[in-house]
Each structure stands twice: as structure tokens, then as C-alpha cells.
């Protein structure tokens, strides 16, 4: 059980140039966080310093629970070699490393059989992962994240590649978990309608700007979305996203 | 067949590296390693031939050489040693310091022969005990890294963001193949350690899904054909390596006819 995530002053960069510059924000400990923004806007990079992969220049990042936190990652794809045809049960057993052992006991059997089950993803466990539709391949990628017992969990645009009946699928399934599992969520969309649905706050970035605020407030806003995403080249798909996003926060 | 202790010898090794190589083997494809494994025997070959000519063990020339390659590779970082060009050179490089080394040495044609191609012939208790021991270690190995060298193997983007040391385990791995190469140039030759330690787990990959399956399959694929070219060469005087690749070059193809009957049944191909 995590207590606490705040950012203070966190700055990163790469090769001399500064992707976030002084940032802070907190994390509401057991909801729904998301992070918007245009490309380029530094949301991947921070996600990978959440995670510790890539350490701050500046700054203090704070995650502090009972024990050491765990973090589960699901990006928004993943190299799978086809040529590697494993099976989905054995893709998500693959998360279990607290142990040594080359075989499963018995406590990991069936915290696997519960996992499987609250993903929808018994019926893909002899499936090679190859085979699977992106949707099916997501819900066993946020198994394998599961089965580790997360505290929190990181979302990298993991449903931008799915067609919208497995997004809806998909976001309802990273819900459950926060809701039912206590997980605290963050997670990154270009998709605002789905931001303004799940997210409790949201904390819209771009470069060496940012602000953070509730996702109903904050989707409302219009002229702080056209300020923020000025940059970037909308075209009408996204215009109507935004659109409908905004009305759907203005009626939330 | 088993009255002579050459045969017995040849046997008990020859099961041992072939469980070992079928291990080793899923995980070397899964890591997209197989021509570095190539590369590391031609790196033995050299090696072994630097002992004959140092007057020391052949095993000690091939280990040192191999593990030394393993740094280089671990150091370098596996992506460049991927492309072919790399690998090319590194193959011929090694193939030509083993010649100069032999030709400085006074070892004779039938050593260059042994060391390319394999031998069981020459195999005393004393090598079996050597090769039992590396073969033990490798496996033991296998077994406490197991969870997390198949997390970095199968699903790397997951091992890192679970915070796995999976520099370590990289370079980890490479030494360890470096040894499993070093044991099965003995027995299959440098110029067919692919034999042994690609071809079978390749072929596994056709009849299971899971990991552990593969492994196991690979083992048993393995441990047949090294049995199958022991026996066939001692009845028919020909090659054991030559059996041996016959044999898991048939495995190959079966497992492939398998896959696509397979294919065809559920209407995909």
C-alpha cells in the first residue's frame, strides 16, 4: 500500500537538452492519474523516471508505501518475436521472480489462476502470444504487471493501438484494478474522452510547462487545451475527440 | 558397443552436453544469439589451438578464449556483434589465428580434424569427469537463474521497467554459453556447435508453447540424436557429427511439416 507520490522540482535531459524542466506534482494515493499533453511534451520520459530507468538531473521524486513499492509498466507495445511462439499463461508467469525456485509453488499457482481470471485471460492461456489480437495482448501484458502485485501502475498509451470496442475493454479492466486492487493508476492518452471518463486528475504538460488540476476542471478548459496544444498539428480526428471531450467533462 | 570404455565415456558425456546444449539452446534463441554461439566456437577453435601450441589443455585454450570473447561481447553490447558484418569478421579472424597457432604448433592434421568436426574416440575418463563437472555447472546455473534469465529473455521491455539487472544477466549468459560452447566443441567440433545448441531448440519451438516444454524438448531432441550418431558411427564407421546433424536436421523439418499440418487443420495457411 503506497502513501504517498510527489514530485518536487524534477528536471530531465538528454544530450544537453532539458525534456522537463522543474516539475512537481503529487499523485493521489489509490486513483485514476492521467498525463496529456502534445508529442514531444516529455510524458514517456517521465513515466521511464517514475520507474526508475532513467534518474533525474534535478529535483526529489517521492513513493513512499509499507515495504519497497512495486511499479508495473505496460507500454503501448512490445517487441514480440514472432518466431518465439510462448504461450500467453507462461508470458504472464514471467513476472514472478520473488523467488528463485524454477518451479511455480503452490501460493503462485493460484495467485496466477486469480490474475488470469480477473483479466479475462483464461481462455488465451495456451495461446502463443503471437496469435493474440492487440487487445488480448494487452490484458496479458497487464496480467503480467499484476501477478507482481503492483502498487502502482504505468500506462504508456496502452490502448492507442487497439480499435475502440478493446479500449473501452481495456480501460474498464485498469479501472477494476484501481478500484477493487487499490492500485494507484497513472497513465498517458492522446485519447481525451477517455482521460475525462477514468482520470481523477490529470496533470497536462508540455515543454517546460505544466499544470495540474481535476480531469473534469481541467478537460473544461478550453483555452488552456489550445494554449497547450498549440504546437500541435490537430487535425479533425483529434479537433472531435477534443471536442467531444470537453463536452462530455462539462457534463461530468 | 558399451564393452569399450571410449563408448561409455563418449555416452555419458555426450548425454550430459546434450541435455545442457537443449537448456541453453531455448534461451540462445530467444536472445536472438545463435551466430554469436557460432562465433564463440570459432573463438574455441582458435583457443584450443593456442593451447597446443602453449602445451597446455585444449579445454583450457578453448574456455579462456570463449570466456575472454564473452567479454568483448558483453563489453561492446550484443547489438553490434547482431550484424552480419561484425560477425564475419570476428568468424574469420578466429579461423585464421587458429591456423597460424596450429602451424606454429607440431600438432598433426588429425587434432585440426578433431577440433573442427568432433571426436568421441579420444575420450578419457579423465576428459568425462572435466566435461561432466562444466556440464553440472552450466545446468545448476540455468536452474538458479532460470525466472529471471527467461523474463530478460522472452519479454526484455518487462524485465526492465520489473527493475532486473539485466546487464548482468546479459553478460551473465554470455560467459555461460561461452562455457556450454567450449564443452560442446568437444564432442560435435567448432564447425557444428550449431548442431547441438541452435538446431534443437529451434526445432522445439514447432511442437510446445511453453518454456519449460521447450526445454525439455530440446533436451530430449538433443540426448536422441547424440545417442542415434554414437551408435550409427560405431556401426558404420562414419562421422558421429555427421549423424548427429542429421538427425536434428530431420527433428527440424519434422517440426516444421508439424507446424504447418497444424496451421492448415485450424484454416490459417
Given at each position: 500500500?503506497l ?19 522543474d ?14 499533453g502534445?508529442?514531444?511534451a516529455?510524458?514517456s520520459?517521465l513515466l521511464?523516471?517514475l520507474?526508475g530507468l ?17 511499479i ?8 514480440i ?11 504472464i ?12 509453488t503452490?501460493?503462485?499457482r ?6 488470469m ?15 493474440l489480437?492487440?487487445?488480448e ?7 503480467q ?20 470496442g ?5 480501460m ?10 487499490g ?10 474522452a ?8 490529470v ?5 517546460g ?5 481535476g ?9 488552456l487545451?489550445?494554449?497547450y496544444?498549440?504546437h ?8 472531435a ?9 462539462m457534463?461530468h | 558397443m558399451?564393452?569399450?570404455d ?8 555426450g548425454?550430459?552436453?546434450?541435455i545442457m546444449?537443449g ?5 540462445i ?18 583457443g584450443?589451438?593456442f ?10 585454450g578453448?574456455?579462456l ?13 550484443v ?9 564475419s569478421?570476428i568468424l574469420s ?5 587458429g ?13 585440426t580434424k ?5 571426436s568421441v ?10 566435461l561432466?563437472g ?24 518487462g ?14 549468459f554470455?560467459l555461460?554459453m ?9 564432442i560435435v567440433?567448432?564447425?557444428l556447435v ?8 529451434a ?6 508453447q ?7 524438448t ?6 536422441a540424436g ?7 558411427g ?5 562421422p558421429?557429427?555427421?549423424y ?14 508439424y ?8 484454416g490459417?495457411?
Open positions: 500500500m502513501h504517498r507520490i510527489q514530485m518536487n522540482h524534477l528536471s530531465v535531459g538528454f544530450n544537453g537538452e532539458e525534456v522537463l524542466r516539475l512537481s506534482f503529487y499523485v493521489p494515493v489509490g486513483k485514476m492519474f492521467a498525463i496529456i502534445p508529442n514531444g516529455g510524458k520520459t521511464k523516471v520507474l532513467i534518474r533525474p538531473q534535478a529535483g526529489e521524486m517521492v513513493i513512499e508505501g509499507d515495504g519497497k513499492p512495486v508495473g509498466y505496460v507500454p503501448q507495445s512490445r517487441p518475436d514472432e518466431e518465439t511462439p510462448i504461450a500467453a499463461k507462461d508470458f508467469t514471467l513476472g514472478l521472480t520473488s523467488h528463485l525456485l524454477p518451479w511455480l503452490r501460493a503462485e493460484s495467485k496466477l489462476k486469480e490474475i481470471e480477473f483479466t479475462d485471460t483464461e481462455m488465451l492461456a495456451k495461446k502463443p502470444i503471437g496469435r489480437s492487440g487487445g495482448r494487452q490484458r496479458v501484458f497487464l496480467a504487471a499484476l501477478i507482481r502485485e503492483p502498487d502502482l501502475l504505468l500506462l504508456d498509451e496502452s490502448t492507442a493501438n487497439l480499435d475502440p478493446a479500449q473501452e475493454e481495456m474498464r479492466l485498469v479501472f477494476r484494478i484501481c478500484e477493487k486492487r492500485v494507484t493508476v497513472i497513465f498517458i492518452s492522446h485519447d481525451l477517455q482521460v475525462a471518463t477514468y482520470a481523477d486528475q496533470l497536462l504538460l508540455a515543454r510547462k505544466y499544470v495540474q488540476g480531469a473534469a476542471d481541467l478537460l473544461s478548459d478550453q483555452q487545451l489550445a494554449e496544444y498549440q500541435e498539428p490537430v487535425d479533425a480526428a483529434q479537433k475527440t477534443l471536442e467531444s471531450a470537453q463536452r462530455q467533462a457534463f | 558399451f564393452a569399450y571410449f563408448m561409455r565415456h563418449a555416452f555419458i558425456a548425454t550430459l552436453i546434450a546444449c537448456a541453453i539452446g531455448v534461451f534463441m530467444a536472445r536472438n544469439l545463435s551466430f554469436i554461439a557460432h562465433t564463440f566456437s570459432h573463438i574455441g577453435f582458435a584450443a589451438s593451447a597446443v601450441f602453449a602445451g597446455l589443455d585444449p579445454l583450457i578453448l574456455l578464449f570463449t570466456l575472454l570473447g564473452a567479454c568483448g561481447v558483453g563489453q561492446l553490447g547489438r553490434v556483434f547482431r550484424r552480419d558484418a561484425a560477425v569478421v579472424l578466429a579461423l585464421g589465428l591456423i597460424l597457432f596450429l602451424s606454429l604448433s607440431d600438432a598433426q592434421g588429425s587434432f578433431t577440433i573442427l568436426f568432433g574416440v579420444g575420450i578419457d575418463l579423465q576428459d568425462v569427469w572435466q561432466v562444466l556440464t553440472l555447472f552450466v545446468l545448476l546455473v540455468l536452474a538458479v537463474g532460470y525466472r529471471w534469465l527467461k523474463f530478460d529473455s522472452f519479454d526484455q521491455t524485465a526492465e521497467a520489473a527493475g532486473l539487472p539485466v546487464h548482468l544477466i546479459s553478460i551473465g554470455l555461460l561461452a562455457v556450454a560452447v567450449s564443452v560442446t566443441v568437444q567440433g567448432a564447425l550449431f548442431a547441438l545448441m541452435t538446431v534443437p531448440a526445432a522445439a519451438r514447432f511442437f510446445t511453453s518454456i519449460f516444454g521447450m526445454i525439455l530440446a533436451a530430449l531432441l538433443a540426448m547424440v545417442w542415434f550418431g554414437l551408435s550409427a560405431y556401426y558404420t564407421n562414419a558421429v557429427s555427421f548427429i546433424v542429421a538427425f536434428e536436421a530431420l527433428s527440424y523439418f519434422v517440426g516444421l511439416l507446424q504447418r499440418v497444424g496451421q492448415m487443420r485450424r490459417e495457411a
